[in-house]
């Protein structure tokens, strides 16, 4: 006789094949407003790229919305396949000079042929992100639904299911709570008791076994995969506490069954072994036991009031309208799907909300940076190990967060920066020769800092400078001392390596990386490795200069400062092509190359995210960088559209970065669930479109906050609020007619302002908590201080 408490992924799915769901719902969905900050569906998910995430920056879940069943599946940021490991490859050290050689001599093919045998990692790939399993629910009861309807609340952030069999509302919320540290889903109904029947149970695909322990924990326990022949080490537990009102409960081998209660809310925490890139000898289901004991002294309404309070403290501190038509009441995946057709300036809004939810979801002070895909995978084997690449896709991750006013999330960076600046003093060593630290283009969990997959991708040693530029970022929003001082010891030793490695260019003397490449670009047919691309020696002018300024603030290593100011002087410039495009290598190979329209434009990073070109102030590199853009095109991969926005923006071009936004919010690079579409997902489409639509609305560098820089005729109104820029400045706007109506400054430090908008230009002094309005009047900008301001 089978077990009737016994759950399996298969008889989930099998269950939602003969569901019969009404879709007619009224013409609009919910409140007056509500879906301006939901997503919302009128059908469950048939796939994991339906599905709504849910998440606390640890621990991450993904709701399908099922009727009959449901499928729940669970993440922790830290479960990954292996073991710690040190990939350096021994032949390095004497290898590296011969490829260098190499290329000074013209030989790229031979050179990366033996970069592949010398400089790429043992073993070459590095290990993958895994998912934990899938909570199952199976309900009794429930068919011939009605009025279903399922959401994501951006402003609170729950998931919600919501349906009807015959009289009987139902409804099945869930939130990932971080100040609790556990998933909760509360399952109840509108009747007066005892209408929730259901079976609870677990699955995973890692190797495991599932117990219940007493008559109301479910408890899963195992261990990670080995992969590539490092031994899989992880250990992982996590725990289902059933808490039921009402009704009968019956225990099972591996499940729990409940009968006619009046409410069910069960508590999932899961916890690993992993402590630190090499100690994995946490007792994971020493934590589960106590996030459980602590959350179970919790009513659903406090659990529920503790997470959006803790939320909501992130979230509303930025508001966005920019218009709403007629198309902001169809279902989310509707509008997504007729994106090209609809005057939905909604949408826009949303995806902008959706990123800033994501950020909140996957990167939390004390856990992992956010992923390839942020906290969410269900496979084993994810794209590109869903870890960290470092030569554009890590650092876009964070483009959102300073200016959406999100800054304490980039914490997990700087510390997996701190972790690199470790395990890279190895590799700087092994592979170099060298002083300092070194990271190339990607890293996981184990912080190997080596090259990986193959020289064609991975002989990039500049994804260190990157990483340290982008948190040097957040100093230049936030003006926060003690961060500046964290970060300072990690520029100083990356700059020891970039002393130590660069070499003078055999015809000019300038100096360059070698050997290095452009990221993932081949300037021959499958070869990408040379020298001194020309992103290398943009992102070491900023490197170089912002290390320089953070010795001086922090008054260390004069001796140091003047050696790094040296080397600085002989960079080579940014070069303009015969295409009148900004070079992408130190030779003129652009228009050469077999990959015209690639979709890395990392030598456009002196635009953007960096500020070495600007219409301002460089416009002869501004028009090359345009004509590099305007050769490329505007089509690629989800990040890479999402990368062509800001850089559009950035060069005031807002219509083509309208029509860019547009592409990216079309069907074929964002799913129904709004994730973006690589394909296949990668939360960076996500984050950093909706960076670019914020530059878009506000820009903030060289000295000068720029209003509504790239503002597209079809938002001809709107407003936005808590936006940051740097200097430690809040930013709130509005505008009518396509032309700004007022902006109000809020000072979080002392310090000299510049605003502009269009052409008129502003520039006074602020002093910490006082507040100016800006309007426009006479050609110019009028500032007004307002009330409450300091005296």
Request: charged fraction near 20%; proline fraction near 6%.
């Amino acid at each position: 006789m089978s077990d009737p408490t016994r759950v399996s992924r298969r008889g989930v799915m099998k269950g939602s094949a003969g569901l019969a769901l009404a879709t007619a719902l009224p013409a609009r969905a919910g409140g007056e407003g509500e879906s301006d900050t939901t997503l919302w569906y009128d059908r469950p998910a048939d796939e994991w790229v339906q599905a709504l995430p849910v998440g606390n920056g640890r621990l991450g879940a993904m709701v399908f919305g099922g009727i009959a069943n449901e499928r729940i599946q669970l993440n922790e940021d830290t479960f990954f396949a292996g073991s710690p490991y040190d990939g350096t490859n021994p032949k390095a050290g004497a290898g590296l000079p011969r490829v260098r050689e190499l290329i000074w001599a013209g030989k790229y093919k031979e050179a990366q042929d033996l970069a592949d045998e010398v400089l790429v990692a043992r073993p070459q790939r590095q290990m993958s992100y895994q998912p934990i399993g899938d909570l199952l629910l199976l309900f009794q009861g429930i068919e011939n639904s009605q009025s279903y309807r399922r959401s994501l609340d951006l402003d609170g952030a729950v998931a919600a299911t919501r349906f009807k069999v015959r009289t009987v509302t139902h409804l099945r919320e869930m939130i990932a709570s971080a100040p609790d540290r556990v998933i909760a889903v509360r399952l109840s109904t509108d009747a007066p008791k005892g209408s929730v029947s259901v079976n609870i149970g677990l699955s995973t695909p890692q190797d495991a076994e599932i117990t219940v322990e007493g008559d109301d924990t479910l408890v899963m326990r195992g261990i990670g995969p080995a992969q590539h022949g490092v031994p899989g080490g992880i250990r992982f537990e996590t725990r289902v506490k059933v808490r039921r009102t009402g009704g009968r409960q019956t225990v099972g081998r591996d499940g729990i069954r409940i009968e006619d209660a009046d409410e069910v809310v069960l508590l999932v925490a899961t916890a690993t072994s992993y402590r630190r890139f090499d100690d994995i000898g946490g007792d994971p289901s020493a934590i589960v036991r106590a996030d459980i004991e602590a959350a179970s002294t919790q009513s659903w309404a406090a659990l529920l009031a503790a997470h959006q309070a803790d939320y909501r403290g992130l979230f509303r501190r930025v508001a966005i309208d920019l218009g709403r038509s007629p198309a902001a009441d169809l279902p989310t995946d509707q509008r997504i799907a007729r994106s090209a057709e609809l005057d939905d300036p909604a949408l826009a809004a949303l995806y902008y909300q959706f990123g800033r939810y994501l950020l909140i979801a996957s990167s939390r002070p004390g856990t992992q940076p956010a992923n390839l895909q942020g906290i969410w995978n269900e496979r084993t084997a994810p794209p590109w190990e869903s870890k960290w690449t470092l030569n554009i896709n890590a650092e876009m991750n964070y483009w959102l967060v300073d200016g959406a006013n999100l800054g304490e999330l980039v914490e997990p960076l700087l510390r997996m920066t701190k972790d690199l600046a470790i395990t890279g003093q190895r590799t700087a060593r092994n592979d170099w020769g060298a002083r300092g630290w070194v990271a190339y283009h990607n890293t996981d969990l184990w912080r190997q800092a080596t090259v990986n997959s193959s020289a064609l991708y991975g002989m990039w040693p500049m994804g260190g400078a990157w990483l340290l530029n982008t948190l040097w970022d957040h100093w230049d929003y936030s003006r926060d001392r003690a961060f500046l001082a964290e970060l300072y010891p990690l520029m100083a030793s990356s700059c020891l390596f970039y002393l130590d490695t660069l070499v003078p260019h055999p015809r000019t003397g300038e100096l360059v990386m070698n050997p290095s490449n452009s990221p993932e670009n081949s300037h021959r047919p499958g070869v990408s490795i040379c020298a001194g691309p020309t992103m290398d020696s943009q992102l070491l002018r900023d490197l170089f200069a912002r290390t320089i300024a953070a010795s001086e603030l922090l008054g260390k290593d004069a001796g140091l400062r003047a050696e790094i100011a040296s080397k600085l002087a002989k960079l080579p410039p940014d070069r303009i092509g015969k295409a009148g495009q900004l070079q992408e290598w130190f030779d003129d190979w652009d228009m050469d190359a077999p990959e015209i329209n690639h979709r890395h434009v990392s030598h456009l990073y002196a635009l953007y995210p960096g500020e070495q070109i600007t219409l301002q102030h460089t416009p002869e590199l501004a028009a090359a960088a345009r004509r590099s853009l305007e050769i490329r095109g505007d089509d690629a991969t989800g990040w890479g559209i999402g990368w062509r926005i800001n850089l559009w923006a950035r060069l005031e071009q807002r219509e083509r970065a309208y029509k860019v936004l547009k592409m990216l919010l079309q069907p074929s690079r964002t799913y129904p669930n709004m994730f973006d579409a690589h394909p296949p997902f990668q939360i960076d489409g996500n984050l950093g479109g909706a960076a670019g639509i914020g530059q878009m609305l506000m820009q903030s560098h060289s000295g000068t906050i720029h209003l509504l820089p790239a503002l597209p005729r079809l938002w001809p109104s709107g407003r936005v609020s808590g936006l940051r820029a740097r200097g430690n400045i809040g930013v709130d706007l509005a505008w009518a007619g396509g032309k700004l109506a007022e902006a109000v400054l809020t000072a979080g430090s002392n310090g000299p302002v510049r605003v502009r908008d269009g052409e008129a230009v502003a520039e006074f002094a602020l002093r910490k908590g006082e507040r100016v309005r800006i309007t426009p009047g006479n050609g110019g900008l009028r500032t007004t201080r307002l009330a409450g301001s300091p005296a």
